[in-house]
């Protein structure tokens, strides 16, 4: 066959089909050639990458868990201390119901040693008696509150009645120094605080002490009626105050 002359125009059939057949084949080599290029890399280039796959994925599998046990423990440690905060707070109420508990104790032992004192023996001494002294301190230190504690056997069950007054003994500005009821009350107290029983009397009432008196003993004086009498007796001001505050 000639070939056709330089300037003949030459006309051939356009196959759309067979065009596209050849860019399908030519995809299909483009992929093929990507595949094998991943295969080779990773079995090749990339030892033990199958390997390094399956343990990333545990080490996934064991966070996953290990965040579930952190939580788990989170929670744990939460209701542990609110039971600890519980039990510290009824621990520590019951030691205060405790600590009230043996004060009121105390307090009744006290009392009933009192009443067996005025059942047992007033009726082998008649008359008017001075049985205890208390001084409680109060917020303010200067000032105290004083708890006198009288009892009576007078014959055919006669009231007594009369007046308790207090003195203290101690040292102002390096002199022994007695302060009597009226300087101890204040200008406007009263001149002594009074009692009316048949048997038995708790008397209560305030002081004051001067700034710089450091007290050293009571002496406390129930003044009776006609009939009555009056009687004295001295405590020691530490005796009086020991583990007593208001």
């Known amino acids: 066959m000639s070939r056709p002359a330089a300037g003949t125009l030459v006309v051939q059939a356009f196959d759309p089909g067979k065009v596209m057949r050849a860019r399908i084949r030519l995809g299909i080599f483009w992929l093929a050639s990507l595949a094998a290029m991943y295969f080779f890399c990773r079995y090749t280039l990339i030892p033990g990458y199958a390997e390094a796959q399956a343990e990333l ?17 989170k929670t744990r440690l939460v209701q542990r201390e609110r039971a600890d905060q519980v039990s510290t707070l009824a621990g520590n109420t019951l030691e205060k119901e405790l600590a009230d508990g043996k004060d009121q104790i105390a307090a009744l032992r006290s009392e009933l040693s009192f009443y067996e004192k005025v059942v047992s023996g007033g009726a082998d001494q008649a008359g008017l008696a001075i ?7 109060g917020q303010n230190p200067s000032v105290y509150r004083f708890i006198v504690t009288l009892s009576q056997n007078l014959k055919k069950d006669r009231m007594a009645k009369g007046g308790v007054t207090l003195s ?8 022994l120094t007695r302060l009597d009821f009226k300087r101890l009350s204040g200008a406007d107290g009263p001149s002594s605080v009074g009692f009316d029983f048949k048997y038995f009397q708790r008397i ?3 002081i004051m002490l001067p700034e710089g008196f450091v007290p050293d003993q009571v002496q406390v004086s129930a003044n009776g009626d006609s009939g009555v009498g009056t009687v004295r007796r001295e405590f020691e001001w530490k005796a009086a105050t020991a583990s007593r505050t208001g």
Do not use: A, F, H, W
Request: hydrophobic share 25%; aromatic share 0%; no cysteine.
């Open 57 to 73: 994925s545990t080490l996934q599998s064991q966070l996953i868990e290990s965040r579930g046990e952190l939580e788990s423990l």
């Open 131 to 137: 049985n205890d002294l208390e001084i409680r301190s």
């Open 168 to 175: 203290i003994r101690g040292v102002s500005n390096g002199k």
């Open 204 to 206: 209560e009432g305030s």
